[in-house]
């Protein structure tokens, strides 16, 4: 069975960053599904603007119809902080053979040191790394070391294990933030073309970035 990829974010809002990251990865990984994983109450940052219910209907309408793209929303339903350790364990009890890629930016695998319970990711899935615009691998200190003990550029070997390898791909950049995207829409400008259509008449409909929108 082909590996189930996870891509959490804030998505507030999800953009085409996201989208086309998530796309070019279900490719070239050879992933079964992409699932996007909305943050519900996110332990590092501050908290998002949109309502849980609002980001997960803006990632809901942004990938309908795509083959192979779900949505799950488990993570806005917990209640407290929610951990990618406890969202992995939960899948890996769902499914024991099943191989999980979870997706981060390099600017996210950066941080990893800090995730609660971070040793305990690579037992439960793999990690992917899309490169971000301006953002480089890290050759030294624990993160350096972990990618010479785990890296990998073999789309199998996320195949042939269920866990434990680390995958860096490059994906097409595009400079588009969730934070620029609110900033635009807050100084009253539309945010047309940065996002699929169906999101920006949500975000119009339900004014969650606040001031109204151009149209
Ligand atoms: P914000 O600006 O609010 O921090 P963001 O645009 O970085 O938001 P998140 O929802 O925090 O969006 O991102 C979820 C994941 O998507 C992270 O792993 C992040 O690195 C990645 N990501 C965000 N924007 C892009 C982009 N333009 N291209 C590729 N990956 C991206």
Redesign the pocket.
């Known amino acids: 069975m082909n590996p189930i990829g996870i891509?959490?974010?804030?998505?507030?809002p999800?953009?085409?960053?996201?989208l086309?990251?998530a796309f070019e990865l279900l490719q070239a990984l050879k992933l079964g599904e992409l699932r996007f994983m909305p943050?519900g109450n996110p332990p590092h940052?501050e908290q998002?603007m949109a309502s849980a219910e609002q980001r997960v209907a803006m990632v809901r309408a942004a990938t309908t119809g795509q083959p192979g793209f779900t949505v799950d929303d488990r993570e806005t339903r917990r209640e407290g902080p929610s951990y990618s350790v406890d969202t992995l364990a939960g899948l890996r009890a769902e499914h024991p053979t099943r191989p999980l890629c979870l997706?981060?930016?390099?600017?996210?695998f950066l941080e990893l040191p800090k995730w609660h319970q971070w040793q305990e990711l690579l037992q439960l899935s793999h990690l992917v790394v899309?490169?971000?615009?301006g953002w480089r691998a890290p050759t030294m200190g624990p993160l350096g070391e972990l990618l010479v003990d785990r890296g990998t550029g073999r789309v199998d070997d996320l195949h042939e294990a269920i866990a434990g390898r680390i995958f860096i791909h490059a994906?097409t950049?595009?400079?588009?933030?969730?934070?620029?995207?609110?900033r635009l829409i807050a100084s009253g400008r539309n945010p047309r073309y940065l996002m699929p259509d169906a999101v920006c008449d949500i975000i119009a409909s339900t004014a969650c970035y606040a001031r109204g929108q151009q149209r």
């Open positions: 891509f959490g974010g804030t998505f507030d999800i953009h085409y960053g996201h086309r990251t943050a940052r998002p997706i981060v930016g390099m600017d996210a899309a490169h971000r615009p994906v950049q595009l400079e588009i933030s969730s934070t620029e995207v609110r």
